[in-house]
T-cell receptor, first 114, second 116 residues
Framework: SAVISQKPSRDICQRGTSLTIQCQVDSQVTMMFWYRQQPGQSLTLIATANQGSEATYESGFVIDKFPISRPNLTFSTLTVSNMSPEDSSIYLC???????????FGSGTRLTVV | QQQVKQSPQSLIVQKGGISIINCAYENTAFDYFPWYQQFPGKGPALLIAIRPDVSEKKEGRFTISFNKSAKQFSLHIMDSQPGDSATYFCAASIRGGSSNTGKLIFGQGTTLQVKP
């Protein structure tokens, strides 16, 4: 299975600032996914990132708030912009492997906004 | 219609017992149903998965039962161990849009505690 490295693993940020989360995969993958997991809650898909094209955002998530880059087949970044305490969550990167049905997750970035 | 409903929210089982977690869905276009296990501070890890053309799948102590007509599926953990204590998420995948790429819709999660 693919191995995913996410950085940073955790951060405490001031409201109004931005944080960029990095996701590095040890093999080339077509699709990368960004999820949010609010404290004690389930996972919600933010967007799908395909190399060389604009990310596709889910309802309730917008590019201005969560810009995503996907410069190559092994790397992606998610930026959480103009943060507020409501953005305090775990942000997880996921990739598709073994065809369209297998998904691996990174360990996540635990973000606290104060 | 995109929701996956999971129950119970929490579960306490004695060591050696059977843990059962249930999920229900509405969208018949879902074509892949995985279960994920998540330990604190870690990302979810794929435990076992099933396709809708199969009614049951077993891997070791973990079994998925799938009822297509009822649009329900469940995870059974046999001989539950304290090391199984974690949060479990069911999920469903649907191919969507022109990219024809599956996206995971997660259930609400079940926190399992296995008492020694």
């Amino acid at each position: 299975s693919a191995v995913i490295s996410q950085k940073p693993s955790r951060d405490i940020c001031q409201r109004g600032t931005s944080l960029t989360i990095q996701c590095q995969v040890d093999s080339q993958v077509t699709m990368m996914f960004w999820y949010r997991q609010q404290p004690g809650q389930s996972l919600t898909l933010i967007a799908t990132a395909n190399q060389g094209s604009e990310a596709t955002y889910e309802s309730g998530f917008v590019i201005d708030k969560f810009p995503i880059s996907r410069p190559n087949l092994t790397f992606s970044t998610l930026t959480v912009s103009n943060m507020s305490p409501e953005d305090s969550s775990i942000y997880l990167c996921s990739v598709e492997y073994l065809g369209p049905y297998g998904y691996t997750f990174g360990s996540g970035t635990r973000l606290t906004v104060v | 219609q995109q929701q996956v409903k999971q129950s119970p929210q929490s579960l306490i089982v004695q060591k050696g017992g059977i843990s059962i977690i249930n999920c229900a869905y509405e969208n018949t276009a879902f074509d892949y149903f995985p279960w994920y296990q998540q330990f604190p501070g870690k990302g979810p890890a794929l435990l076992i998965a099933i396709r809708p053309d199969v009614s049951e799948k077993k891997e070791g102590r973990f079994t998925i039962s799938f009822n297509k007509s009822a649009k329900q599926f469940s995870l059974h953990i046999m001989d539950s161990q304290p090391g199984d204590s974690a949060t479990y998420f069911c999920a469903a995948s649907i191919r969507g849009g022109s990219s024809n790429t599956g996206k995971l819709i997660f259930g609400q999660g079940t926190t399992l505690q296995v008492k020694p």
